[in-house]
Every structure is written in structure tokens, then in C-alpha cells.
């Protein structure tokens, strides 16, 4: 049984198919993942009970083996888990999108004017993502897994990563909120589609991988 109490960020280390679930009624379990099951489904006013069920249904139906449990990885495996499974996806994922959703705009938009917008998102998701990868890469990741880590400077790095992480989140929920929930119209083209198809997809990699850095690398270093 899932006890409500539970923080949505600790439900998901434990059974990361209960992402899935939550990413698609819009509970953070990423920058709010102190929050319990209860209190989350209070602030986007979904029902507890209907949630609970949802995701015991995800969980007792999950396929395929559950992959390696990130808490037990040291900093340098988790830092390299984290660089080839979210950052190198989004090189490739961020600027395909940013192409199809340009494309998709300039085709449609005078008939729907929110794939404009969505447009405009999704330029300002890259800007921010890319230069963030970067600088994690380049400057957070090192001084994690040096030999001798500067506490002080490792709490700044993850105190300024946690900050970019909220305009992360938000941005996502504006994507979302501007696709309706990636829902596509009955005549959307083949494009249309695709784009929509690839912003979930790419919604879901961000918020796991935000998840790992805030609820399982942060910790290690900053006390919660």
C-alpha cells in the first residue's frame, strides 16, 4: 500500500514508474518534492484516493527489469549516469524540437496561434537547458567528484543548480499548459504530432533527471 504521507520525491527514488503518473496530473516531484502524496494532490485538486490507485495500477503493472537504483551509485556514477542518460539525449532531443516546433508555427500558426507561443517556449526551454548542461559539465560536476571537494563552493554550485532548476520547471508547465496537455487537434499533420509526442517525451527526461540531481546527488552534499 502507498502511504500518503510519503513525499512524492522519495515515492519515486523507490518505484520510478510512479513518474509517469505524476508527471501526467502535473505534480512536481522534482523543485516540490518535499511535498507528501496528500499534500500534492491537494494543491493541483485531484482526488487521493483515484491517485493511489493509479499508481499501485502503474506498479503492479511495470514491465521489464527496474534498472539500477541511483542511491546506490557513488557521486562519479551517478555524475556519469546522469551525463549519458539525460544530458546526452537532450543535445540531440532539444535542437530537433526547437526545429519542429519553428516549423510547425510558421505552417499553422496563423490558424492556431498558441503553437506561436509554444514556439517561443520552446526557443527559451534550449536557451536555458543547453548553457545549463554546460555549466554543470564544466564547472558542478568537477568540483563534486574531485579528490578533495570545497563544501562551501559545492553548496553554491547546487544552491545556483537547484534555482535554474525552477525556471526549468516552470517553463515545462507553460509548454504543457500551452499544448493542453499535448493533446493535438483531429487534423493535425504528421509534424504537429510528432512535435507534441516529442515535448511529452522530453518533459518526462527532464523532470527524472532533475529529479536525480535535486533528491539524490544534492543530498549528498547539503544538508536537507
Not at 1 to 13: F, H, N, R, T
Not at 157 to 168: F, I, N, P, Q, Y
Amino acid at each position: 500500500m502507498i502511504d500518503p504521507e510519503k513525499s512524492v520525491a522519495s515515492l519515486v527514488l523507490e518505484r520510478s514508474e510512479c513518474a509517469s503518473v505524476l508527471q501526467r496530473h502535473r505534480i512536481d516531484y522534482c523543485c516540490r518534492g518535499e511535498l507528501s502524496l496528500r499534500a500534492a494532490c491537494e494543491r493541483v485538486g485531484m482526488d487521493l484516493a483515484a491517485l493511489t490507485a493509479e499508481l499501485e495500477r502503474a506498479i503492479a503493472e511495470r514491465r521489464g527489469p527496474a534498472g539500477p537504483d541511483p542511491r546506490a551509485l557513488s557521486p562519479s556514477e551517478l555524475v556519469e549516469y546522469i551525463v549519458e542518460r539525460h544530458h546526452e539525449y537532450l543535445r540531440e532531443a532539444l535542437p530537433f524540437v526547437q526545429a519542429l516546433a519553428a516549423k510547425v508555427s510558421r505552417v499553422h500558426g496563423d490558424s492556431e496561434p498558441r503553437l506561436r507561443a509554444l514556439d517561443g517556449e520552446v526557443q527559451s526551454l534550449a536557451s536555458t537547458l543547453l548553457p545549463h548542461l554546460d555549466e554543470e559539465e564544466s564547472t558542478l560536476f568537477p568540483a563534486l567528484t574531485a579528490q578533495a571537494v570545497d563544501a562551501g563552493a559545492a553548496r553554491r554550485e547546487l544552491g545556483k543548480m537547484k534555482e535554474e532548476h525552477l525556471a526549468v520547471g516552470d517553463l515545462l508547465a507553460r509548454i504543457r499548459t500551452t499544448t493542453e496537455d499535448f493533446r493535438t487537434p483531429e487534423w493535425a499533420c504528421n509534424s504537429y504530432r510528432t512535435l507534441f509526442a516529442e515535448l511529452e517525451q522530453l518533459e518526462g527526461d527532464v523532470l527524472r533527471h532533475v529529479h536525480l540531481e535535486n533528491h539524490v546527488l544534492m543530498p549528498r552534499f547539503v544538508a536537507a
